[in-house]
């Protein structure tokens, strides 16, 4: 067992009596290739959330900040998280993204960019539709749906994969993506909030 499965499975037994999962869509998640989960962003617990639930090893971007940190540095890279310099255009962690994703990997993104502090979900940013178009893999729309209450349920939907290839076909810009994927984590949120 390496390390990220270890972490995986200890979150997990430290999150799950606390916040009641209940999980859906699991089973349309791609067994294989490369997939862009695009979440929706409510809570600092949103990244291991997403990964502890989903079916595969997930990949995020962290503040590079973590990588300097004496002990962190060592660890964070164990845990599939990779480096992002915040306030700028970041090509190397736009390149690794790209190639993780190109290699067949999954990689999670909170297209926000940012927590939202009402529970709405605000407009994404191009990056999403950067990386869903250059990264040639499926994107599975993701919405978390709170609140983090303790022994209160809390729901993450993954929803069914979209295809990219018509998108790319036509050179589509990443702002129509973008705002295409954003469509789809609104259709998982309004249709998962009520049920």
Do not use: W
């Amino acid at each position: 067992m390496n390390l990220y499965q270890f972490a995986k499975g200890a979150v997990f037994t430290a999150l799950s009596p606390i916040y009641r999962f209940n999980v859906i869509g699991r089973d349309d998640f791609p067994k294989s290739g490369g997939v862009l989960v695009c979440s929706n962003h409510i809570h600092a617990l949103d990244p291991p959330v997403i990964g502890i639930l989903a079916p595969r090893p997930v990949h995020f971007m962290a503040k590079q900040e973590l990588f300097e940190a004496p002990i962190l540095k060592h660890l964070i890279p164990k845990l599939n998280a990779f480096p992002v310099k915040r306030g700028m255009s970041d090509r190397e962690a736009m390149r690794k993204a790209i190639n993780l994703l190109k290699d067949g990997n999954v990689v999670g993104l909170f297209p926000e960019g940012t927590r939202s502090t009402d529970g709405q979900l605000k407009p994404g940013l191009a990056g999403a539709g950067f990386f869903a178009l250059r990264g040639e893999a499926y994107v599975v729309p993701a919405a978390i749906i709170g609140p983090y209450k303790p022994f209160k349920r809390l729901k993450v939907v993954y929803g069914k994969p979209l295809d990219m290839t018509p998108y790319r076909e036509r050179k589509a810009s990443a702002d129509e993506v973008t705002m295409a994927i954003m469509q789809e984590i609104q259709k998982l949120l309004d249709e998962h909030r009520s049920s």
